[in-house]
């Protein structure tokens, strides 16, 4: 049962251009979601987050957007850059909060210069 | 600060052998959880630890696996026999503290399993 889902393995987009990357969840009980980027042979790192109780947060060039009655998340870079190539995660914690966070497939981004 | 230590970075191992990997955690830090991302999938948690008190296991093999953290701190995650659908990346994270609100997971580097 896979209910935090990245439809889209990979992404590839020009340097400067925007890069939306989405997510959707099935349990209308998860309460705060977050976004990871992971290098290859390096652990996710945490890049940004969002509550449920709020439909959009932003943190420098990244964005992060919550449709709480769609279940859909995205991320969006702007401007993009090389050095955001990577695989990107999005997780979700149930409201229990056993702290657990459920992660999607990830995507692969690609920056090209 | 330093962050969460894994080790080895990799092991090679042949199906039926046993194998463990150790976990170091951010210092202070209450909640540890190990995590298995097979190849093009995302992590998935087998286990979370809250001092030295087992949280959640349910997705935890434990027919051939096993986990403690002895004094709450430093991690062991062990297999035994080993199976070709162990071959993953074992990552290791830790957090603050489970109840705290918007709490984040801080991720070691991983252990990459092979089984032949």
């Known amino acids: 049962d896979q209910q935090v889902k990245q439809n889209s393995p990979s992404l590839s987009v020009q340097e400067g251009r925007i890069s939306i990357l989405n997510c959707d969840y099935t349990n209308s009980m998860f309460d705060y979601f977050l976004w990871y980027k992971k290098y290859p042979a390096e652990g996710p790192t945490f890049l940004i987050s969002?509550?449920?109780?709020?439909d959009k947060n932003e943190d420098g060039r990244f964005t992060v957007f919550l449709n709480k009655s769609a279940k859909h998340l995205s991320l969006h870079i702007v401007p993009s850059q090389p050095g955001d190539s990577a695989v990107y995660f999005c997780a979700a914690r149930g409201s229990s909060n056993t702290g657990k966070l459920i992660f999607g497939q990830g995507t692969t981004l690609q920056v090209k210069p | 600060e330093a962050g969460v230590a894994q080790s080895p970075r990799y092991k090679i191992i042949e199906k039926r052998q046993s194998v463990a990997f150790w976990c170091n955690p951010i210092?202070?830090?209450?909640?540890l959880y190990w995590y298995q991302q097979i190849l093009g999938q995302g992590p998935k948690l087998l286990i979370q630890?809250?001092?030295?008190?087992?949280?959640?296991d349910s997705q935890l093999p434990k027919d051939r696996f096993s986990a403690e953290r002895l004094k709450g701190v430093d991690s062991t995650l062990k297999i035994q026999p080993a199976k070709l659908e162990d071959s993953a990346v074992y990552l290791c994270?830790?957090?603050?503290?489970?109840?705290?609100?918007?709490?984040?997971?801080?991720f070691g580097s991983g252990t990459q399993l092979s089984v032949l």
């Open positions: 210092s202070g830090h209450a909640t």
């Open positions: 994270a830790s957090s603050l503290d489970r109840w705290s609100t918007n709490e984040k997971l801080f």
């Open positions: 969002i509550s449920s109780i709020k």
């Open positions: 630890f809250q001092n030295n008190g087992v949280v959640d």
